[in-house]
């Protein structure tokens, strides 16, 4: 089992859709990073937190430390929103490296 | 600041070549990691420097693969005798020590044919 778990694998939605992203993990961490990646291979880091919620524009980014779980929220979802959207955690136990989901692939129709 | 960056972005070699990899950080970045990422999957820790020392290596990173960051600014990865197991993207990416958010580069594409 991965140490850091994703839902959807993929999600299919349409323009102005609001969207849910899940990331669970299983150990103990430090930080939570949340990640776009845009066909092509280049990664944007989108937040970086440790407890509570942070918004960024439409993006909007929640944690549950005693639950060890995490939610990225897209509202009114546009197609240039369509890109792989990754969890990553920064263990207590590994330094500043990060541990991946596998990713969640998001396309937003018009 | 222009970014983190790779060079080269693509690359396309036989089996059993040796290849380098050179990955240039955000200057004032003190760290700077390495991670591999297969078609479909996210990405895998491979290694980490701070400044020129190497911290950290993954169990991944077999005796096929060495990382340097001889003067603490860039770094490269070398692989050596490739397989076919090696083609992936390759991702460098660098942060201060706090607050450790990562800043990644676009990659460099390896096809090992």
């Known amino acids: 089992k991965n140490e850091v778990e994703q839902s959807p694998q993929n999600l299919t939605a349409q323009e102005g859709e609001f969207i849910t992203i899940n990331c669970s993990y299983s150990v103990g961490i430090s930080a939570l990073h949340w990640l776009q990646q845009h066909p092509g291979g280049g990664i944007v880091s989108l937040f970086m937190l440790s407890s509570g919620k942070k918004k960024h524009g439409r993006l909007i980014a929640t944690i549950n430390i005693q639950e060890k779980h995490s939610s990225l929220h897209i509202t009114a979802s546009h197609p240039r929103d369509s890109a792989v959207y990754i969890c990553?955690?920064?263990?207590?136990?590994?330094?500043?490296?990060?541990?991946f989901g596998e990713g969640t692939q998001l396309t937003v129709n018009p | 600041d222009t970014g983190v960056s790779q060079d080269p972005r693509h690359k396309i070699t036989k089996r059993g070549q040796n290849v380098t990899f050179r990955c240039d950080p955000i200057?004032?970045?003190?760290?700077l990691y390495w991670y591999r990422q297969t078609l479909g999957q996210g990405p895998e820790f491979l290694t980490y420097f701070q400044n020129e020392a190497q911290l950290e290596k993954s169990r991944l990173l077999s005796d096929r693969f060495s990382a340097e960051r001889p003067k603490g600014s860039f770094s490269t990865l070398e692989i050596q005798r490739t397989e076919q197991g090696d083609s992936a993207m390759y991702l460098c990416a660098s942060s201060l020590a706090t607050p450790y958010e990562q800043y990644f580069g676009p990659g460099t594409r390896l096809t090992v044919t």
């Open positions: 200057s004032e970045h003190n760290r």
């Open positions: 990553a955690v920064r263990l207590r136990t590994s330094g500043s490296r990060l541990t």
